[in-house]
């Protein structure tokens, strides 16, 4: 059964840097194209951030130039380093498959005070 675990967030000033980590289990990371999703309160949740088998990477707009998305093999797990945050970024972010699974991990939070 597919678990992955997200940790990493918590308050931070607008503009300041975070490290999101997705520690993942009965799924091989380097085998799945791996994305960074997030949920506001209020709105649907979206993906900001996509890792392919082949290592290229996609982003949202509104996060493209801030956030990078990286992948550890030997750990099993995937990151998110986000950078220059604004409180437009304040959400839960969760890590999952692309395509999605059904199993999502409880996320992270993160919240970006102005």
């Known amino acids: 059964q597919v678990q992955l675990v997200e940790s990493g967030g918590g308050l931070v000033q607008t503009g300041g840097s975070l490290r999101l980590s997705c520690a993942a289990s009965g799924v091989i990371v380097r085998f799945k194209s791996m994305g960074w999703y997030r949920q506001a309160p209020g709105k649907q949740r979206e993906r900001v951030a996509l890792?392919?088998?082949?290592?290229?990477?996609n982003y949202a707009d509104s996060v493209k130039g801030r956030f990078t998305v990286s992948r550890d093999n030997a750990k099993n797990a995937v990151y998110l380093q986000m950078n220059s945050l604004k409180p437009e970024d304040t959400a839960v972010y969760y890590c999952?498959?692309?395509?999605?699974?059904?199993?999502w991990g409880q996320g992270t939070q993160v919240t970006v005070s102005s």
């Open positions: 890792i392919t088998i082949g290592s290229a990477t």
């Open positions: 999952n498959t692309e395509p999605t699974n059904s199993n």
